[in-house]
T-cell receptor
Framework: GIQVEQSPPDLILQEGANSTLRCNFS?????LQWFHQNPWGQLINLFY???GTKQNGRLSATTVATERYSLLYISSSQTTDSGVYFC??????????FGPGTRLSVLP | DTAVSQTPKYLVTQMGNDKSIKCEQN?????MYWYKQDSKKFLKIMFS???????INETVPNRFSPKSPDKAHLNLHINSLELGDSAVYFC?????????????FGPGTRLTVL
């Protein structure tokens, strides 16, 4: 089945810093989503982005499907950005696979 | 108003018991999902229902049986609970099916099997 990797596994930032999270996948996909799980366990869908670039406030994401990766950019990070960021891909309806996540800690 | 709600929030039970987790969404979505998150935070989709019809059924023991009485509800029944079933179970919903759009998640149910 399709493999999904995320890097880095852990990231510690000072408030105000920018960061880039990466998601690599091993096969063609027709759907890719980014999620944020906050320290209280709540899961939030950030982006549905099978290709191209989207922006939502301080967050933006880019997926280059032909090269099998996606990037999540966080600018001017805040402590509320802390948590685990997951990407998940769908392989033409056959699988919906999550990556292992990137744990982000933003320090005040 | 809570968009996707789950009950109970916490569930502690003995091995061998049967338990159910309920999920309701008031978003008018057509598709609902169940996910399992293990102790290492690894997330895995279990089931997907579209308009009360089972769409996705990943490799899950048949002790797990989803039931959708209507498109606003997707309950998860688990028979003969085992220690390895301990996890957080998330319900989610989306407007479209096929994992093609934004999903809204419930708060999760933390199941502990003793």
């Amino acid at each position: 089945g399709i493999q999904v990797e995320q890097s880095p596994p852990d990231l510690i930032l000072q408030e105000g810093a920018n960061s880039t999270l990466r998601c690599n996948f091993s096969d063609s996909v027709n759907n890719l989503q980014w999620f944020h799980q906050n320290p209280w366990g709540q899961l939030i869908n950030l982006f549905y982005i099978p290709s191209g670039t989207k922006q939502n406030g301080r967050l933006s994401a880019t997926t280059v499907a032909t090269e099998r990766y996606s990037l999540l950019y966080i600018s001017s990070s805040q402590t509320t950005d802390s948590g685990v960021y997951f990407c998940a891909v769908t392989n033409y309806g056959q699988n919906f696979v999550f990556g292992p996540g990137t744990r982000l800690s933003v320090l005040p | 108003d809570t968009a996707v709600s789950q009950t109970p929030k916490y569930l502690v039970t003995q091995m061998g018991n049967d338990k159910s987790i309920k999920c309701e969404q008031n978003l008018g979505h057509d598709t609902m999902y169940w996910y399992k998150q293990d102790s290492k935070k690894f997330l895995k989709i279990m089931f997907s229902y579209n308009n009360k019809e089972l769409i996705i059924n990943e490799t899950v023991p048949n002790r797990f049986s989803p039931k959708s009485p209507d498109k606003a509800h997707l309950n998860l029944h688990i028979n003969s609970l085992e220690l390895g079933d301990s996890a957080v179970y998330f319900c989610a919903s989306s407007q479209k099916g096929g994992l093609r759009d934004e999903q809204f998640f419930g708060p999760g149910t933390r199941l502990t099997v003793l």
